[in-house]
């Protein structure tokens, strides 16, 4: 079962993430560019998880991270979390 994305930023803190980064950043329009994308593949997720069980990780938390990776030369999962 698909998980959904809920933003959860300020369940622990308060102060958000979006604080840290710079209004000009390009990270910003890079994240506006993929949700976007990924909005219109909604469908296509819907269809390829499962209705019933667990919910998973939402696909779009999964690739946000893994173009997070590639911008940022990180090599791993576990950096990923370090950094």
Do not use: C, W
Not at 6 to 21: C, D, H, R
Not at 35 to 61: H, Q, T, V
């Amino acid at each position: 079962m698909r998980g959904e994305d809920n933003k959860t930023e300020a369940l622990f803190t308060y102060v958000t993430p979006e604080s840290f980064v710079p209004k000009d950043h390009p990270l910003r329009s890079i994240r506006k560019m993929a949700d976007d994308a990924l909005a219109g593949m909604d469908k296509l997720f819907d269809s390829i998880y499962a209705s019933a069980g667990r919910p998973s990780i939402p696909p779009e938390k999964l690739l946000k991270a893994q173009l997070l990776m590639i911008l940022y030369s990180i090599r791993s999962n576990r950096q990923l979390v370090e950094q």
